[in-house]
């Protein structure tokens, strides 16, 4: 009996170091997953901290750079309709286009308008691989704003030309033929000839000055970098807000 008592004494002594040392582990396992949680937590909340920080940096230098570039444009007229101008125009010259090769009508989607694109682009027009026949065009901002005239009657009709040109069938890339190159080939002249363009090949890329436009993706860089690193200081601080009101 007594042995038996020594036995089960011993057997409830390891029980509990044993039910101890599982709770030691549990608890420091328990540690680390709040910890980990915690620095996923923070990492969430740092990421976005810099989205917000860097959308508003986005805002920030566009607005800077179209306003400066709104003391260039015509006055009397609001950005909205002088966008409005841009956009009736390219209908207008796709209309009489479609008409006189006896296409289909095509209703442009709404112009994109936007402070840089790249490759120094005054504009761009996107849609011609794509099976649903949407074409999109877009327009620098900056520029367009700088030089109105240049757009409504140069720019926009390049652009135009585009589009007609792939609702006529679109172009091939010959070997060792750039897709510039290809963009702007017979096809494209054709149709800057029925515009009126004598001599379309000296239209091919535009000659404005892109300095306002360098300037504006400079600055978004500079707010980018500091909002970046603005949203790891936020998290710090409110993590540090956080401890004092506990």
């Not at 740092?46 to 306003?67: F, N, W, Y």
């Not at 005054?122 to 901002?141: D, K, Q, R, Y």
């Not at 135009?160 to 792939?166: E, F, L, N, R, W």
């Amino acid at each position: 009996m007594i042995l038996f008592k020594k036995f089960l004494t011993t057997l409830i002594a390891a029980a509990a170091v044993f039910t101890f040392c599982t709770l030691a582990i549990a608890v420091n396992e328990f540690n680390q997953l709040d910890n980990e949680l915690s620095q996923i937590d923070n990492d969430i909340r740092s990421l976005a901290s810099k989205v917000r920080l860097m959308e508003e940096a986005v805002r920030d230098a566009e607005e800077v750079a179209i306003q400066k570039a709104l003391e260039f444009a015509p006055q009397g007229k609001s950005i909205y309709q002088l966008r409005g101008d841009a956009q009736t125009e390219a209908q207008r010259l796709l209309d009489k286009l479609t008409d006189k090769h006896e296409l289909p009508r095509y209703q442009l989607s709404g112009i994109r308008f936007r402070p840089s694109l790249r490759d120094s682009a005054a504009g761009t027009v996107s849609g011609c691989e794509a099976e649903n026949g949407i074409f999109v065009m877009s327009l620098n901002e900056i520029l367009f704003l700088r030089n109105y005239e240049e757009f409504m009657h140069m720019i926009i009709p390049h652009e135009v030309a585009h589009i007609v040109s792939c609702l006529q069938g679109g172009f091939e890339i010959e070997e060792g033929e750039s897709d510039t190159d290809a963009a702007h080939g017979e096809e494209w002249k054709q149709v800057m000839l029925d515009i009126g363009f004598k001599e379309p090949e000296k239209y091919v890329t535009h000659h404005l000055d892109m300095a306002p436009v360098h300037e504006y993706d400079l600055d978004l860089a500079r707010r980018l970098d500091e909002a970046f690193k603005r949203g790891d200081e936020d998290v710090s601080e409110e993590r540090v807000l956080m401890f004092h009101v506990h």
